[in-house]
């Protein structure tokens, strides 16, 4: 079910850089764990980071690790993706994912319970 809402995605150029926000009205983000997931047309939505409630772990999939950070604001209610360096392989819908019903962190997204609509990143060669 749609209950967050991802923004700040765009057309960047190779080794440009993104920051990502989810946010939602409906609940306390860090009372869930959070994950970022990439989908393009004909593969499988992909993890590609996450961030526990429980102790605020966080996990890369090894295709962003070193270029990703996912972090929240408390205040805000928000979890962003902050994206660096990218490349045309990062083209995608992104969407962010929340669950409460477990601590740890994964970035298997049958796992989570509530989804935003996406927002669309496109890195041009």
């Known amino acids: 079910q749609v209950q967050l809402e991802e923004s700040g995605g765009g057309l960047v150029q190779t080794g440009g850089s993104l920051r990502l926000s989810c946010v939602t009205s409906?609940?306390?983000?860090?009372?869930?764990?959070i994950g970022w997931f990439r989908q393009v047309p004909g593969k499988e939505r992909e993890g590609l980071s996450c961030l526990s409630r429980s102790d605020d772990t966080t996990n890369y999939a090894d295709s962003v690790k070193g270029r990703f950070t996912i972090s929240k604001d408390d205040d805000e209610n928000t979890v962003y993706l902050q994206m660096n360096n990218l490349t045309p392989e990062d083209t995608g819908l992104y969407f962010c994912?929340?669950?409460?019903?477990?601590?740890?962190?994964?970035?298997?997204?049958?796992?989570?319970?509530?989804w935003g609509q996406g927002t669309q990143v496109t890195v041009s060669s």
């Open positions: 409906k609940f306390t983000l860090g009372r869930y764990a």
């Open positions: 994912g929340a669950d409460a019903t477990f601590n740890g962190c994964t970035l298997k997204s049958g796992l989570y319970d509530y």
